[in-house]
């Protein structure tokens, strides 16, 4: 059929995907928040200290520390001459996108570094974890984005040579959420010239190290006293896959690398991406397989083919002047360079995906994905005219990569190969990973209720609420704004530095009118900055006064996006930008809202006064995206200048994240109105303060009825706390907000707390705001992820008790006991006299206190001194049963993630070892001091001691399919993170001949 021949010649092919650009880097720099890390050949970043744990394999850090030598580490480095020139694994974590080392002394190159919660950042990770890891249902909160720009090698100056040109740009960006971590190095296609640097101490020698990229967990403590090598993960090998970092990648995009870097519950080693199985790596040439293996020749594969079509920027996307091609692929391949760090491995597959992918590249923008130019979407377009986003936009929350172009009312379905019958042409589909509200409704506010729809769910906000259904406010209630700002001014010639100085902002929902208040402002900067109300304007366009046709910005937005604006000054040409990053609702329902302003502005005198002019300014809506541009005047009158006409461009956008699957309509175009502007510097209190009134209307809307009701014009007599509701003519009727009670004229809170008893859950309070009310977990409790209910903080997991103390968890508590034999509160305990120490308690103290080596393994006794009869290895996860000398019983060692025997039940003598189990045994007992031999493979056998059908080495990932004597069967080998062969599905009869052989081999009693 048609359909058939479509999809076969669909997985026939590979599309042409362009390098990375550096345009397409996470945004990074002063504007986007950054710090800068001092210049330098060894400088470690102040502490970065992280809103919410990072897991990283599966220990969870609170801070990180960026360093000159292209390593991002959760410890404080040590000088850099204990691992710059070392390879994996290092003795502390290690996120290395680069290391080398690296010299910024001298303006050679900067480093700058960030942790963030700006939406388009953390949309950018997200879809780059839907691409490479399908199956995960990942949405970070946060991402740690550093940078390294234009870097350059360190040279020995002594030796009068002249200095190289050669410099490096690349970035690491690590995104999280509460249980997992996902990393991505990106490389664009000039940001490597060199791919090495020589050792100072053989500097002479001309002996140049090839830089190391991957990961490591750095050492491993256990029993206090012991410390043993954790896994790490190398991503190159030697200088020609360091130079092919640019070039190829594991997403389908050369210079873009993903991996899954950590997890809350078990994490055994760094997975790297992997799309379906076509690999995303070029091939080398004369590349053989180990005969050893039976993973199929990566010839056998098709790959992707890099190539650039000159591409043209239009409109901010990037075209790549021709419509979507497939290619033939050529044979051969590589697998690149990624090696875990155990033996055995082999490089994983990945598939690129089915559609160009661009990205957008407007720099002090936050990137994202711009959708592809696929000929059908741009047929669409062209018939829709829809409104096309400025040069300057960014698109920050657009649909799914690989997104057909849709009919009006049309969705998507994800349809896998096996759903397809090729015979009918007739496509069997599920809905089963589509996000609904039954898996999501956390994500809507305690206010709002969940929707489901074709493609997805939304939040909407209930009756008397009003939001994005993220986040939702009572109606009519006024709101309050708190913050920070920081940044550097410069006045004049002067730089001046905010340092995190308070902003307060106080709207009265209303009547639209906005007041904001900025204290601890230095004198200078306070008189420069009054003409820059575009500060305070913000928080006047999210509440404004609605004119019919019309919704103010908090309910586009919610309490979370990002404004990016640019004020340019005339004359003078001073240029000023301002970030304002809204990070949601604190307990009290207040907007936190972050802002940064960096750059010129005019020298005012002090003592002058500031005259606003009224304005309007059209606001365009675009998906996820709403852009406006304005020219103002104002006028400065002081007692030496006299009176001074200015006026100033300001240029800006507002990104936030959008739901689309409602498919409601929404406005293109709205015109805001602000009138009695005042703007003042209270010079004794050092307070800079902004007065806005604000309405939101339709473009040109408006008659004489709508602007003369009290209700637009502001001169009704409702309480603040009430909403004025216009009427026929000039009548209008007062409504108390949700929340308040009374004639609308006067309005007093409701006590939600006294009027209702099942508010909050169990082991909370209930605490009574003014319009609202919030919930506080007890102590010992703390608030589950949805928001709405407490849950027992367990004390134990950090171990609070002594080592020789037990801990019990409590309901909102803890206790601590000394162990039997020992006394004291719990949290010292001191051996009782009285009774002599046993084998097993002399031996557990001679190993913890003489250190005899790391890895060592610390014996567990119990109350009475006697050994456990079940043992495990705190450190591998290996357990075994031990007899009351304390010796390993054979045959009881089981792996981690494995039950462990049940070592009270004896021993069954009646069956004697199977072959499986003797090799299994063998392999574990190897060791001199009995450990087993890490990344060694231990065959898995079942309860009958035969093979396990299917076999993993945990250390790596692999899976292999084995017959009954536990020989590997051709063909069955997978990859980390590809759906496993089914073992259990013979490939076909065995015929006479393998029947007779098997026969025979398994006919020994021993296996």
């Not at 290619?327 to 051969?332: E, F």
């Not at 729809?453 to 939001?467: D, I, K, N, Q």
């Not at 007065?691 to 209700?711: M, Q, R, W, Y």
């Not at 980390?976 to 015929?991: A, E, I």
């Amino acid at each position: 059929s048609v359909l058939a021949a479509a999809l076969l010649y669909w997985s026939c092919g590979v599309c042409v995907v362009s390098a990375l650009h550096r345009t397409d880097l996470v945004s990074y720099g002063a504007l986007s928040g950054d710090l800068i890390l001092a210049e330098g050949d060894d400088e470690t970043s102040r502490v970065l200290t992280l809103p919410r744990p990072l897991y990283f394999y599966d220990t969870p850090f609170h801070q990180l520390y960026v360093a000159t030598n292209g390593i991002i580490s959760a410890q404080d480095l040590p000088m850099e001459k204990q691992y710059v020139d070392d390879g994996f694994p290092t003795d502390f974590p290690v996120v290395a996108p680069f290391l080398a080392d690296i010299d910024t002394s001298g303006g050679r190159g900067h480093i700058y570094y960030r942790v963030t919660e700006t939406p388009s950042v953390l949309n950018r990770v997200a879809q780059e974890v839907r691409r490479g890891f399908p199956d995960a249902k990942f949405a970070p909160t946060h991402a740690v984005v550093a940078t390294w720009e234009n870097v350059a090698a360190y040279e020995d100056q002594t030796q009068g040579t002249e200095l190289s040109n050669k410099v490096n740009t690349f970035q690491a960006v690590i995104g999280y959420d509460e249980t997992d971590s996902y990393t991505l190095f990106l490389y664009p296609e000039d940001g490597l010239n060199f791919f090495g640097t020589q050792p100072k101490e053989l500097y002479n020698v001309k002996i140049e190290l090839p830089a190391r990229v991957g990961f490591s967990r750095g050492e491993v403590t256990f029993f206090i006293f012991s410390r043993s090598e954790g896994p790490f993960y190398s991503v190159t090998t030697d200088e020609k896959s360091v130079k092919r970092l640019s070039q190829v990648g594991n997403t389908g995009i050369p210079g873009v690398w993903l991996f899954h870097t950590g997890n809350r519950h078990s994490f055994e080693n760094i997975i790297p991406a992997a799309i379906g199985g076509l690999l995303s790596t070029l091939p080398p040439e004369g590349h053989a397989l180990s005969p050893d293996t039976t993973t199929p020749e990566y010839g056998d594969y098709p790959d992707n083919t890099f190539e650039s079509e000159s591409p043209e920027e239009v409109d901010g996307y990037t075209a790549t002047g021709k419509d979507l091609e497939f290619q033939p692929v050529p044979d051969g391949g590589d697998s690149g360079s990624l090696q875990p760090g155990s033996p055995g491995s082999t490089p994983p597959s990945s598939e690129d995906s089915d559609h160009q992918v661009t990205y957008n590249g407007e720099e002090g923008e936050e990137g994202q994905y711009v959708p592809p130019n696929h000929p059908e979407r741009r047929a669409q377009q062209l018939q829709e005219q829809k409104p096309q986003l400025p040069l300057e936009v960014v698109e920050v929350n657009p649909s799914p990569e690989n997104e057909p172009p849709l009919s009006p009312g049309g969705y998507v379905v994800s349809v896998d190969e096996e759903d397809v019958d090729f015979d009918t042409g007739v496509i069997q589909y599920t809905t089963e990973n589509k996000e609904t509200c039954a898996r999501f409704q956390q994500q809507c506010s305690q206010n709002a209720i969940c929707s489901d729809y074709a493609t997805g769910f939304c939040c909407h906000c209930r009756p008397g609420f009003y939001g994005n259904g993220r986040q939702c406010l009572p109606d009519g209630a006024p709101q309050r704004v708190s913050g920070k700002v920081s940044g550097t001014v410069t006045v004049g010639s002067f730089p001046i530095v905010l340092d995190n100085i308070d902003l307060h902002a106080y709207i009265v929902v209303g009547d639209g009118r906005a007041y904001t208040a900025i204290s601890q402002v230095p004198e200078p900067v306070g008189w420069a900055l009054m003409p820059v109300s575009p500060v305070g304007e913000l928080f006047g366009w999210l509440f404004a006064l609605e004119l019919p046709n019309s919704q103010a910005g908090f309910k586009t937005t919610g309490a979370e996006f990002t404004r990016h604006a640019e004020v340019l000054f005339n004359p003078g040409n001073q240029r000023l930008s301002i970030i304002q990053t809204g990070s949601g609702l604190d307990e009290h329902n207040h907007l936190r809202v972050e802002t940064i302003v960096s750059g010129h502005v005019p020298l005012l005198p002090p003592g002058a006064e500031v005259t606003v002019q009224p304005f309007k300014e059209t606001y365009q809506y675009y998906p996820s995206v709403i852009t406006s541009s304005s020219v103002r005047e104002f006028v400065v009158v002081s007692a030496e200048r006299g009176s001074q006409s200015y006026t100033f461009h300001l240029k800006q956008n507002i990104t936030y994240r959008d739901c689309r699957h409602d498919n409601r309509a929404t406005p293109e175009t709205l015109q805001i109105t602000m009138e009695r502007v005042f703007v003042m510097y209270v010079k004794e209190e050092r307070i800079l303060r902004y007065a806005i009134t604000n309405k939101i209307s339709p473009v040109g809307a408006g008659s004489d009825d709508e602007l003369l009701n009290p209700c637009y014009v502001g001169n009704h007599d409702c309480d603040t706390t009430a909403q004025c509701i216009p009427l026929e003519g000039q009548a209008f009727k007062c409504q108390c907000a949700t929340g308040y009670t009374g004639d609308g004229h006067n309005c007093y809170d409701i006590d939600e707390c006294a009027e209702g008893s099942d508010l909050c859950g169990d082991h909370s309070q209930c605490l009574n705001l003014p319009g609202s009310h919030r919930c506080q977990c007890w102590e010992g409790f703390e608030m589950a992820f949805d928001g709405r209910n407490c849950v027992d903080i367990d004390e134990c997991s950090s171990s609070p008790c002594h080592i020789n103390a037990r801990c019990i968890n409590d309901l909102g508590s803890f206790r601590c006991h000394c162990q039997p034999g020992f006394h004291g509160d719990g949290f010292y305990c001191a051996l009782q006299e009285g009774r002599p120490k046993s084998q097993c308690e002399q031996h557990r103290d001679s190993l913890q206190s003489g250190g005899h080596g790391d890895g060592a393994h610390i014996p567990q006794c119990d109350s009475d001194g006697r050994y456990r009869s079940l043992q495990c290895h705190g450190s591998n996860g290996y357990c075994w049963c031990v007899d009351d000398r304390g010796q390993e019983r054979p045959g009881t060692r089981t792996s981690p993630g494995t039950t462990p025997k049940d070592c009270d039940k004896p021993d069954d003598p009646q069956r004697p070892k199977t072959h499986c189990e003797h090799h299994r045994d063998s392999i574990q007992t190897t060791s001199p001091d009995g450990r087993p031999l890490l990344g060694a493979y231990a065959p898995q056998c079942d309860e009958h001691g035969h093979y396990k059908p299917q076999q993993c080495l945990g250390s790596t990932g692999y899976c292999w399919c084995v017959d009954s004597r536990g020989q590997e069967r051709p063909g069955t080998r997978t990859a980390p993170g590809t759906p496993h062969v089914d073992c259990d599905k013979p490939d076909r009869p065995k015929t006479h001949c393998e029947r007779h052989r098997d026969s025979v081999q398994t006919t020994s009693p021993d296996g």
